[in-house]
């Protein structure tokens, strides 16, 4: 009983960032711009929240820094894609090996020599509580409210929306941002998960989070399903570490290639886009 | 809308290069001495060479890989994955069979294992319409950690304590040839060679070179022209990922002579910059190649004055937002 507990416990924690990630990336991509920067966005933020609450001493500094990389590299996007009307696959991987680059830069070029303190993070559950609420808004966003309806048509069609009145662009623009904001809080999550920055530490959750928002239709209850099935996996990983399952060692590898294994499988057996919006990637 | 390349455009790469000087400059390093050093370290004489040209052959074939791919209009996230797993196959064949034959088997199983890596990814876009960046990037995570597992424990050599299978018998390795300015190369770098020549050929004089090119620019078009997009998407995949894979078994087989975990340092998604530079054509892929690789070995080489590895993900990124961004002015203008 007490082992179920803490794997609940371990899922939501674990399951969180993605939760988080997922939400921004189903904003973003309801609007049609495709979002495979997830992961670079929320290591960028995992690296500003641990460098910016160590040397300050204040979680809420770190927090904000963190969210303000995320949301940059969000503005980056915007500008790319929307104003340049540059690829979006092609910006999203630049995104992502800007942010890689970038933060190793920044740890091991700038701060490492200066010896930085341990960071201190906000209580985990203001995390997942935010993410939990997220979804729910989220919910009742996009099914119940103009806003939601009109961010579904840009992402549907973003020619037709401009003749109905809409504004495509802002819609789009806005949509960016908040997808920042939310994997800022996941990218901040992690760090503080893991209770300091290390390389490459967001290790593909971003796109693990793209695949739970995909196997879950692009709506955000099925998404949520998605993202505590890939974290209650990880939990599991660590619970049951060198524990025998009916008699066989389950390697670490097999646990962690689980949900990209899932993803794939379920690609192969879904025919169309799967209710995904239907100008996504189109400028 | 006429306007091709905007004023926005020079400004957004001029803040690029002005990023890039301020994070060498953040580390404390001297800029000056830091560009000399990168240059010298990749250019300047026989070893460097070497090193820039060891870093050229994947970057040169993944981008051809990558290519390929685009032109029927597909992404392929997943060579990088291919590379990989068309090592691990080139390995597992020299590790068992040894001489020229196992050589030329190994090169054989880089082909194919590279190949069937793609192949869910192609099939997946044609018969199913899920995005094949999406199955991609899956599959290089499986490759990662597929190949993780089996160099910790199935293949790995017992008497060695890092992460790595035994070293090649010395009769599988590709042959060396030493240039006259005394530059190593191997000659597997004659093969990548040939394979952009042969891909730059078939691409402009055949009929399936034509329908690929047809697929990408215009499905409607391809199919009322009688032309199954299906069945050419399916065909691009599985030869980009042949290509990839290719490129993997000539990495350990002409350098490496071992496989271990992690073996591409992300050659595949270097690849994507390579491809998005050559995309007005199939010899733009050599320059290109070459300054992704001058990139590369030039950051390793400024690593001594205390600049991080990390600064060759910044540039990589700013290229691609860059060749990005001029690309969209480009396609705009096609679509007037």
Redesign the interface.
Known sequence: MNDLLLLLGSTVVLGSPLVLAAMGGLLSERSGV?N?ALEGKMLAAACLTAVVSSSTGNPWAGVAAGVAASVTLSL?HA??TQ?????H???G??????????????V???FD?EGAAAPVFLPVAAYWVTALVAVLYLVWYLTRTRGGIRLMAVGNSPSKSRQMGLDPLRIRIVSLLAAGLLCGLGGCLIASNAGSFTDGMTS?RG?IA??AL?LGGWRPLPALAGCLAFGMTEALQLQLQGTLLLGVAI?T??W??LP??A??VA????????GGPASLGV? | MRTRLGW??GV?IAASLVLIFL?VR???ADFGETAQFFVRGSLGGPAAWTRTLKEFLPLLMLGTAVLVALRAGL?N?GADGQFTVGALGAAVVVLRLGGASGMLLGLAAGLAFGALWAL?AG??RAY???HE???T???N??AR??T??LV??PIKDPDQQGQTTATFPTSTSLPEITLPSGTLVTSGLVVGLLVVVGFWIWERRTVAGYELNLVGANPTAASVAGVSAKRVKLGAMLASGAVAGLAGAIFVLGHEHRFYANLSPGYG?DA?GVA?LAVSGVPALVPAALAFAVISTGTASIQTL????????????????G???????R??IAHE
Do not use: C, Q
């Not at chain 2, 205390?306 to 937002?321: F, K, W």
């Not at chain 2, 060749?323 to 002015?329: R, T």
């Open positions: 495709m495979i980056v500008l790319v104003h340049f009307k540059a690829d696959i092609v910006s991987m630049g995104i992502n090996a800007l942010a890689a680059g970038g933060t190793s830069l920044l091991k070029g700038v020599r593909g796109f793209l695949a995909i390697p590898e097999a962690n290639a990209y294994l993803t794939l690609l192969l057996f879904r025919k169309g886009r799967g400028n | 926005t455009h957004f994070s953040a580390t404390g992404f996230i869910p099939w997946i199913r319409g899920g960046v999406i199955s990037i899956m599959l995570n499986i950690l597929l993780l597992y910790k424990g998604f994507l998005m205390g600049v991080p590895r990390g600064l060759s993900g910044v540039i990589l990124g700013l290229t691609l937002l060749v990005a961004a001029v690309a969209g002015a396609k705009r």
